[in-house]
């Protein structure tokens, strides 16, 4: 079975400091992995993935995360938060079929 | 529509009444699934169809929760007779087809609220 583990609950940063939440899973296949966004009251959307090839990927906003297959690990990166960037952040792994969620991060930025 | 649409947006029920809750897939989009979360927490994998088969239904917490598509298209998750603890957002989503380096697209969820 798959699972996904998010080190941090909540995560409060000011403006302009850089980001990074982190990320594990276990698995013992194939992955795609996923990192979702979720603003207040909106629903959940793709920030970026990893199918294959170049580990670090890019996605929306400027945010980036880099696969380590040794590590297990799809870290979460931002060189420089904005208040907008306050959200609810989740770590999602895929296998053949189904996505296996962590249990997320709350980020709040402070202007 | 563009994206996966999802009714009711929000729903409350009395303690032991039947709800049932809709997800209209991208079109054409073979793979449809259901998750719940509940507060605070990630969403939790209830089941999932490809086509109109439910390939599986291992998530579903308990009897009193039945999901279909018939015709590979529109899915109902039906809840029978309520609790409490089936208060939750209930979030659907498809994809173009099973397998791997395929993404998934969610709808906004329906949130259900059982007094």
Redesign the interface.
Same mark, same amino acid.
């Given at each position: 079975a798959q699972s996904?583990s998010q080190h941090n609950h909540h995560v409060i940063l000011s403006e302009a400091a850089s980001l990074e939440l982190g990320c594990n899973y276990s698995y013992g296949g $194939?992955?795609?992995l996923?990192w979702?966004v979720q603003y207040p009251g *909106?629903?959940? *959307?793709?920030l970026l993935?990893y199918?294959?090839g170049d580990p670090l990927v890019k996605g929306i906003k400027g945010f980036e995360a880099e696969f380590i297959k040794s590590k297990f690990s799809f870290n979460l990166r931002k060189p420089s938060v904005q208040w907008s960037d306050t959200a609810e952040y989740?770590c999602a792994v895929?296998?053949?079929? $189904?996505? $296996?969620?962590?249990?997320?991060t709350m980020l709040l930025v402070s202007p | 529509g563009a994206g996966v649409s999802q009714s009711p947006r929000y729903k409350v029920a009395k303690r032991g009444q039947d709800v049932a809750l809709r997800c209209d897939p991208i079109s054409g989009h073979v793979?449809l699934?259901w998750?719940q979360q509940a507060l605070?927490?990630?969403?939790?994998?209830l089941t999932?169809f490809q086509n109109e088969a439910q390939?599986?239904k291992s998530g579903l917490p308990s009897d009193r929760f039945f999901a279909e598509r018939p015709e590979g298209s529109v899915s109902t998750l039906k809840i029978q007779r309520t609790q409490q603890e089936d208060s939750a957002v209930y979030?659907c989503?498809s994809s173009t087809r099973?397998?791997?380096?395929?993404?998934?697209?969610?709808?906004?969820?329906t949130r259900l609220t059982v007094v």
């Open positions: 996904v $194939t992955v795609n996923f979702y *909106q629903h959940l *959307q793709l993935k199918f294959s989740f895929k296998g053949y079929s $189904t996505l $296996t969620f962590g249990k997320g | 793979s699934f998750y605070g927490q990630g969403p939790e994998f999932y390939l599986d979030l989503a099973t397998g791997l380096n395929t993404e998934a697209f969610f709808g906004q969820g």
